[in-house]
């Protein structure tokens, strides 16, 4: 969890990690590549065969099924394409039940027509399809009421840890720390001598 006042650079961080964002000096290493050594067009191809995203809002394509957003990263990722056993359509499924989703009413819903809570566990079911090594979050339990926000969480750090996924996830909210093994506050990242 990454946590730390606004405007302290936790969004900018998770764009460099992502490599959504060029970062002038250093090096961002993630699954022993470093991010910037990489051409653009290759960048992309390692997001997404490596990395699950889950913004706060604007998470999903509103005129795609449920199911068609959460096969999304398949699409650009043979390697995640790849590592599904079955058909997509069943794993797109599996995601969805294990977080709270009914596939069978909800699958063909288009994103648009589900509310904000069912909308935020088909983000989580896409970030999670084809078992990517990290999952990225930016405070994606905002929009959600507290009951939905733990519910949500227990789900999803349930479904990273049984794919083996690190989550990284910013948030502002304290009562989700006991949701990750640490907490960091990026302003600690700054002081000389810290390492994260
Ligand atoms: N390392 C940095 N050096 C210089 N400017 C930075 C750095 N990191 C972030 N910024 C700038 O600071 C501003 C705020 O950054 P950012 O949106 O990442 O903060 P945040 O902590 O996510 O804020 P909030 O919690 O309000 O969403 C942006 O304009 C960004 O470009």
Redesign the pocket.
């Known amino acids: 969890m990454l946590r730390?006042?606004?405007?302290?650079?936790?969004?900018?961080?998770l764009?460099a990690i992502s490599g959504v964002t060029d970062i002038p000096t250093g090096a961002v290493t993630v699954a022993s590549q470093d991010i910037g050594a990489l051409p653009v067009s290759k960048r992309d191809r390692f997001r997404a065969d490596h990395m699950g995203l889950i913004f706060q809002v604007f998470n999903l394509v509103p005129w795609l099924s449920a199911v068609d957003n959460i096969l999304l990263p398949c699409r650009f990722s043979k390697r995640r394409q790849g590592r599904i056993d079955g058909t997509l359509e069943d794993e797109a499924h599996r995601l969805m039940s294990s977080l709270g989703l009914d596939p069978k009413t909800l699958g063909h819903s288009k994103a648009s027509a589900l509310s904000v809570g069912q909308q935020q566990r088909v983000a989580a079911a896409r970030a999670l399809i084809g078992t990517p090594e990290i999952i990225l979050a930016?405070?994606p339990t905002s929009a959600l009421d507290p009951e939905a926000k733990e519910t949500f969480m227990h789900m999803l750090s349930q479904q990273a840890q049984s794919s083996g996924a690190a989550l990284l996830m910013?948030s502002?909210d304290s009562g989700l720390d006991h949701h990750f093994d640490r907490v960091i506050n990026?302003t600690d990242l700054t002081q000389p001598g810290v390492s994260a």
């Open positions: 730390g006042p606004s405007g302290s650079g936790k969004s900018t961080l764009a930016d405070e910013v502002h990026i």
